[in-house]
């Protein structure tokens, strides 16, 4: 296998995995209701789905780079991982709505506007935030801007443990890889 295609290979089959990972955790907790659909919930689920994308990255140093990779290198696989697992979260979030005609956009217009009252906030507030949830519900209507507003989610998520990843990864004494025999 060249050299180039080894990156690639590492960037398709952990972001892959990550991007599966991330929107099967977050079906679930859609499907038992866990939290409310808490936002926080559904980072934290981004977060730990793309910690894969660390496996990716230390695994290709410690393979195929002898144990030794620079910061460049190790946050470019990341970002190409991230890319990955962006596609396959906006592609399993797109199969999931269509399979369940999940409506994401009426139970998030239907929670803020129930806290705004709750919290006791004025009705001309109350009647601006649903016209600007209800054009908000109009655009993500349309797959070209729904799509990408979703990858936007977890873009973020990726690029932070991808920095942190190639931060912590450049250096080779950091969670070294062990030989057949334990040692280094």
């Known amino acids: 296998m060249s050299a180039a295609?080894?990156?690639?290979?590492?960037?398709?089959?952990?972001?892959?995995?990550?991007?599966?990972?991330?929107?099967a955790l977050i079906c679930v907790t859609l499907s038992v209701d866990i939290a409310g659909h808490s936002m926080w919930l559904g980072y934290l689920v981004m977060l730990?789905?793309?910690?894969?994308?660390?496996?990716?990255?230390?695994?290709?140093?410690?393979?195929?780079?002898?144990?030794?990779?620079?910061?460049?290198?190790?946050?470019a696989l990341g970002l190409a991982i991230t890319?990955?697992?962006a596609?396959?979260?906006?592609?399993?979030?797109?199969?999931?709505?269509?399979?369940?005609?999940?409506?994401f956009m009426a139970d998030y217009s239907r929670s803020t506007l129930d806290d705004m009252r709750a919290n006791g906030a004025a009705p001309a507030a109350i009647a601006a935030q649903?016209?600007?949830?209800?054009?908000?519900?109009?655009?993500m209507r349309n797959p070209l801007l729904r799509i990408p507003m979703i990858m936007a989610e977890i873009l973020p998520?990726?690029?932070?443990?991808?920095?942190?990843?190639?931060?912590?990864?450049?250096?080779?004494?950091?969670?070294?890889?062990?030989?057949?025999?334990g040692g280094n």
Do not use: M
């Open 48 to 75: 730990a789905a793309l910690s894969l994308l660390f496996v990716g990255v230390k695994r290709y140093r410690d393979v195929e780079c002898g144990g030794v990779i620079r910061f460049g290198p190790a946050f």
């Open 130 to 139: 649903a016209a600007e949830l209800s054009a908000l519900s109009a655009q």
């Open 87 to 103: 596609i396959a979260y906006a592609a399993g979030w797109e199969l999931y709505v269509a399979l369940t005609g999940y409506d």
């Open 5 to 23: 295609a080894r990156p690639t290979r590492h960037a398709l089959v952990y972001g892959a995995l990550a991007g599966a990972t991330a929107i």
């Open 157 to 181: 998520v990726g690029l932070v443990v991808a920095l942190v990843s190639a931060a912590l990864l450049r250096n080779p004494g950091f969670l070294p890889a062990h030989g057949p025999r």
């Open 83 to 85: 890319v990955v697992a």
